[in-house]
């Protein structure tokens, strides 16, 4: 038994304002809000309402929430809330509070587990709720007296209608306990919008039914019964002990993306003996399912042999799984025997223990509105059921995109309910499908606080001094140029290139903005890039990781101008082999910053005599020399070169609508900048491993497996096409001869098996050097044992990392303690690997929506391919 | 919509110091735990010579929250002929041993935690113990003589060292030992950007940095030092030293008081009775 000793103190302010006694009570802590001198009510919510009503809660829609007071014994609650929850809420209002300068919300904050008056020891045999709730009243009943003096009354908010009902039998008529649903019913006359944001729900009859059965009517129970659609879940004990019996397993549930009467879970059964040995459950049928959504953490009980299923053929969408129901788990009309034949290991789920319910954005059904004030809701995700919402003004939010967050499924209904959390704007619109993507994929684009901008500098003065130019290496001289797409205006690479007084080889350099001479560790504005990840750049604007300032204008190496930056100096030899390699930082002046049609022309204008090269000119007939023999070596090393389209748009300039699009155009300059971009990565990778060999900050692709080729293979197969994938080089060479072979009657085919091929690749990622074995660091897309990322800090937050471990290589600086710890960069790893796949979901569904967008009202007849087929569509 | 993220590093768990400014226990951060002192307890007579037979020259027990330690002095008496003093030391020598038979409370209570005099880390204490007192024992009279210092760690919640420090200096006042200061220590530990004075076992869980200091209350000086761990720059360290200082500033108030409630009660007891 594990015991502490508390300090109960008497000089813990009530944060009220009118009161004089806490008046003179020092305060302490983190921005703490107090309540105002104005109201004649607070509101002290109890753990459920956090846990559950926080929409309401955060919502401007009325000012009754204007002023809350939290208490610490709620904040870290035991029961069904969790200490967490509670304090990562506390944590995100916080913040929301700060950043988005909206109304202000007056969050206050009452130590009542340290303070003198309100502190209660726990009773033997004292249940979580029990004990909870007696800190609560405890609590009000003393700010009651202690707030007599001027008249502030404080009123528990629950969201269980049982606490509000035995409040005053139980703890005595001095506490008003109010229920968040005679909250609403109250108010909701005046404020409409209380009944949308509030999460009724079932969970209250859940709980009613669940906690305190005995106390309905008979009869009451007895017709919710009839009506159960699911069967109750096991308590968290009694899925423990099946658990360690063996007789439940546990995993994450994971809905089909075609067929919503089906489910997966991958768990291992046997998982003392052999843990790597996963097999793949089937849960068909919604009652199976039993109220678990995509991302579920549930408990499994396997079905008997005899009531396997086998997995259906057909795509079943929302609306017909909505038919479904009723004959849920048929089995499609197949004879029993075949049943038995191709049947899979099947469950059903017993619990959920960890839900994943997050809002998801979407527009509601007007068919299933049938007066009244709720309607369906149907989510942009295929993975999720449809939602049964609740408003005052249901008619207005037709044809609006919405989000919505799911509060609850009760198992006598058949969709779970939800609230409104946000209106975007008609759906269709494309700044409200806009706004949807960057909700869906969680792009940060709030402005940057006060805090980061501050630590930029004088927009106006900062220039490169002398001072700067003492300390760097000098190469304003050197014939450096960037080569980037049109209209760039975050240049964060620039090369040079010029033969060695011998003749006999090249100085090549590849100058990258210097991030962290702006950025310091551990500053505000280092924190904000570190939240934000990476730039994100959709279709018709960007969210960028750092300020404007920096990105366009001081950091970005600007042709013309003197920027500071980060160089790698190589000398190379003719056939492109690195001889030595520097690092060090300097002070540039970019000739030019080129798009990469104007290098190309100029390129091609040398090559072809019609143009004189000068200095700029030998510079990059260079770089594209040394960049084809770098290609060529990596190609034999077995890099796989692979295809995935990209379009571009072409944009209309005052409203931003779609003109034309096209596909992205590849060129050799794009090609040999980007192969001076690897070789500068690798090259860093393998300096940076050298001096930090436990901690560096690397990126690996690791080797697909065989089933992750299966596919690609499949379709091969249907042209008639063997790939060998048995390694990186031998899956190239395949490649290659399959546009040798099919290059002149279908030139698509290998563009299309590229495609396929990268489709199939699981992406590259960050990890940290102390957490892998050496032959692990491989990134078999670029066929290269290390690699890194460290040219593009400007966009990319990993760069800035890596950027600060190499200036610590090299010691111009020590690097921060964090970044010797092999464990916070590979928690910051995974941190950074999450951040980049949403940032690269936005883009892609930018792209998708400009495509739809253009293709509106127009009709066109085009060539098209399979690429994929289920094995029966209805 | 992705789940909320938190950042990396120690995410969950309750923070060292909460939204209103308080720890865990409920102190601020610079506060120490509250410290009960008894002196003289079992000492064989209130300035005798103590020995073997007759007990402890001097003793005392110190609880800092819910460390307690118990130190005991014997002598100055005769310097044994196997114990060599430092070459050129010319004050007594002083012999340290440091035992933990702790009850562990709090944190990581392990098998392994539990340690005896004989391992590393108990000589390494009580190496520091010496350290420390060897520079404030006045050494006039005293170079042919050796002073035993006894600590018992009997429960251990953090700051052992320090609470075994204030435990030794108590005793080593009671067994009229010269000492130029008292010697009063106090830990700091340097959790996220906050200096927590005095942590408890529970607080060392977060893996700050922790310091130890030992100082001299009338002259501020710095007899012992040491960092477990470290510490990110020279700013962190200096921080964490003024806290520290604080907190040793504490810590005198409790001895002196101790001390007075000592003399208070040793001037009743010899008082001569009036008729």
């Known amino acids: 038994m594990e015991w502490r000793q508390m300090y109960l103190r008497d000089d813990l302010p009530c944060h009220a304002s009118a009161c004089d006694a806490c008046a003179t009570l020092p305060e302490y802590g983190a921005a703490l809000g107090r309540i105002s001198a104005s109201v004649a009510v607070c509101f002290v919510p109890d753990a459920l309402v956090l846990l559950y009503q926080m929409d309401l809660l955060e919502s401007d829609v009325s000012p009754l929430m204007d002023e809350l007071l939290l208490l610490q014994s709620v904040l870290s609650a035991h029961g069904p809330v969790g200490r967490a929850d509670g304090l990562v809420w506390f944590r995100r209002s916080k913040t929301k509070a700060q950043a988005v300068e909206r109304k202000r919300k007056q969050f206050a904050l009452f130590s009542n587990e340290h303070h003198v008056h309100t502190y209660l020891d726990r009773l033997p045999h004292e249940s979580d709720i029990e004990y909870d709730r007696r800190r609560l009243t405890e609590t009000v009943k003393f700010l009651r007296t202690h707030w007599q003096p001027f008249g502030l009354i404080p009123i528990i908010l629950t969201n269980s209608v049982a606490f509000e009902r035995e409040a005053p039998v139980k703890y005595g008529g001095d506490v008003t306990v109010m229920s968040i649903r005679t909250l609403v019913d109250k108010y909701s006359k005046r404020y409409s919008r209380l009944v949308e944001l509030c999460a009724l729900g079932n969970a209250e009859d859940d709980e009613a039914l669940e906690e305190e059965g005995g106390e309905l009517d008979d009869e009451e129970l007895l017709s919710k019964k009839r009506r159960t659609l699911f069967a109750e879940h096991i308590s968290e004990l009694a899925a423990l002990e099946g658990l360690q019996s063996g007789r439940y397993v546990e995993g994450t549930f994971r809905s089909s993306p075609y067929n919503l009467l089906e489910a997966s879970v991958s768990v291992a059964l046997h998982k003392k003996s052999n843990p790597d040995d996963r097999t793949t459950i089937m849960l068909i049928g919604k009652s199976s399912h039993n109220r678990a959504f995509d991302g579920d953490r549930v408990v499994i009980e396997l079905l008997d042999r005899s009531e396997w299923k086998t997995v259906s053929d057909r795509i079943v969408e929302q609306e017909a799984a909505q038919d479904k129901e009723s004959d849920d788990g048929d089995t499609n009309g197949i004879s029993h025997d075949q049943v038995r034949k191709d049947a899979t290991p099947s469950g059903r789920v017993v619990r959920v223990s960890q839900r994943k319910w997050q809002s998801c954005s979407g527009s509601l059904q007007q068919s299933s509105h049938s007066g009244g004030g709720n309607a369906l809701f149907v989510p942009a995700d295929r993975k999720i059921p449809l939602v049964r919402v609740l408003s005052a003004r249901i008619r207005n939010l037709f044809e609006k995109r919405l989000i919505v967050a799911v509060d609850s499924w009760s198992r006598f209904s058949a969709n779970p309910s939800g609230h409104v959390v946000q209106e975007i704007g008609s759906s269709g619109d494309k700044n409200a499908e806009t706004e949807v993507i960057l909700i869906e994929s969680s792009v940060p684009h709030r402005k940057f606080s006060k805090a980061a901008l501050d630590c930029l500098p004088d927009g106006e003065k900062w220039a490169v001094s002398e001072e700067h130019i003492h300390k760097r290496w000098d190469l304003k001289s050197k014939p450096i140029a960037s080569v980037d797409p049109p209209e760039c205006t975050d240049i964060d690479d620039a090369l040079h290139c010029v033969s060695l007084p011998d003749g006999e080889g090249y100085e090549v350099g590849i100058h990258i903005a210097d991030v962290t001479a702006f950025v310091q560790h551990g500053s505000a504005l280092d924190m904000e890039a570190a939240e934000r990840g990476t730039t994100v750049y959709l279709v018709d604007r960007r969210f960028e990781m750092l300020p404007a300032m920096l990105t366009s204008n001081f950091c970005s190496l600007v042709g013309g101008v003197e920027r500071l930056a980060f160089s790698v100096i190589l000398v190379m030899d003719k056939d492109a082999n690195v001889l030595s390699a520097e690092f060090g930082r300097s002070v540039i002046k970019s000739r030019r910053a080129m798009t990469y049609e104007q290098a190309q022309n100029m390129l091609d204008g040398i090559r072809s005599k019609r143009d004189h090269a000068d200095e700029l000119g030998n510079s990059l007939l260079g770089l594209a020399s040394l960049a084809e023999k770098l290609r060529q070596r990596r190609t034999d090393a077995g890099a796989l070169s692979l295809a995935s389209p990209e379009v571009s748009f072409e944009l209309e300039a005052e409203t931003n609508d779609v003109t034309d699009v096209k596909f992205y155009q590849i060129r050799e300059t794009n090609k040999m900048v980007e192969e001076f971009m690897l070789l500068s990565n690798i090259q860093v990778a393998e300096k940076i491993l050298k001096h930090f060999p436990k901690c560096s900050l690397l990126r690996h692709h690791p080797k697909p497996t065989d089933e992750m080729f299966e596919p690609l293979l499949k379709t091969a197969a249907a042209y008639g096409i063997e790939l060998d994938v048995s390694s990186n080089k031998t899956l190239n060479e395949s490649l290659n001869r399959v546009e040798l072979a099919f290059g002149k009657k279908d030139p698509y085919l290998s563009t299309l098996l590229r495609m396929l091929t990268t489709w199939r690749m699981s992406q590259a990622v960050y990890f940290s050097s102390g957490e892998l074995g050496y032959s692990d660091y491989l990134h078999y897309g670029l066929a290269a044992p290390v690699c890194t990322h460290f040219t593009s800090p400007i966009r990319r937050y990993a760069d800035v990392i890596v950027h600060r471990q190499l200036q610590a290589c090299i010691g111009y600086s020590a690097l921060p303690e964090v970044l010797y710890d092999s464990k916070h960069i590979k928690g910051f790893s995974n941190v950074m690997n999450e951040l980049n796949r949403s940032a690269q979901y936005a883009p892609r569904k930018s792209v998708h929506l400009h495509t739809l967008m253009f293709f509106r009202h127009k009709a066109m007849r085009q060539q098209a391919r399979t690429a994929r087929m289920q094995r029966i569509a209805w | ?275």
């Open chain 2, 1 to 275: 919509m992705a789940p909320q993220r938190t950042r990396w590093g120690a995410a969950g768990a309750e923070p060292a110091v909460d939204a209103a400014g308080l720890r865990m226990d409920g102190r601020r951060p610079s506060e120490i735990r509250v410290m009960r002192c008894v002196v003289g307890e079992g000492t064989f007579s209130p300035f005798g010579m103590g020995d073997d037979a007759h007990g402890p020259t001097g003793s005392a027990y110190v609880e800092q929250g819910r460390t307690a330690v118990l130190a005991t002095v014997y002598g100055p008496r005769e310097r044994a002929s196997s114990s060599s003093a430092l070459p050129g030391s010319t004050g007594a020598l002083v012999n340290c041993e440091f035992a933990i038979t702790a009850l562990n409370v709090g944190g990581a209570a392990s098998a392994g935690s539990s340690y005896t005099k004989a391992d590393r880390r108990s000589s390494e204490m009580a190496a520091s113990i010496k350290a420390a007192f060897e520079t404030v024992i006045v050494g006039d009279g005293l170079q042919r003589s050796q002073i035993d210092v006894f600590v018992h760690v009997l429960q251990s919640d953090g700051g052992q060292l320090a609470a075994a420090i204030n435990a030794t200096s108590l005793a080593l006042m009671n067994a009229g030992i010269p000492l130029l200061d008292v010697v009063c220590a106090c830990t700091v530990g340097v959790v996220d950007a906050y200096y927590l004075a005095d942590v408890t076992a529970l607080e060392m869980r977060f893996h700050g940095a922790v310091l130890t200091v030992a100082s001299t209350p009338s002259e501020h000086k710095i007899v012992l030092l040491e960092l477990e761990s470290k510490l990110p720059n020279q700013d962190t360290l200096d921080n964490a030293l003024s806290v520290a200082q604080a907190g040793c500033q504490e810590v005198y108030h409790a001895i002196d008081d101790a001390m007075h409630a000592y003399f208070a009660a040793v001037h009743r007891a010899h008082a001569p009775i009036r008729a």
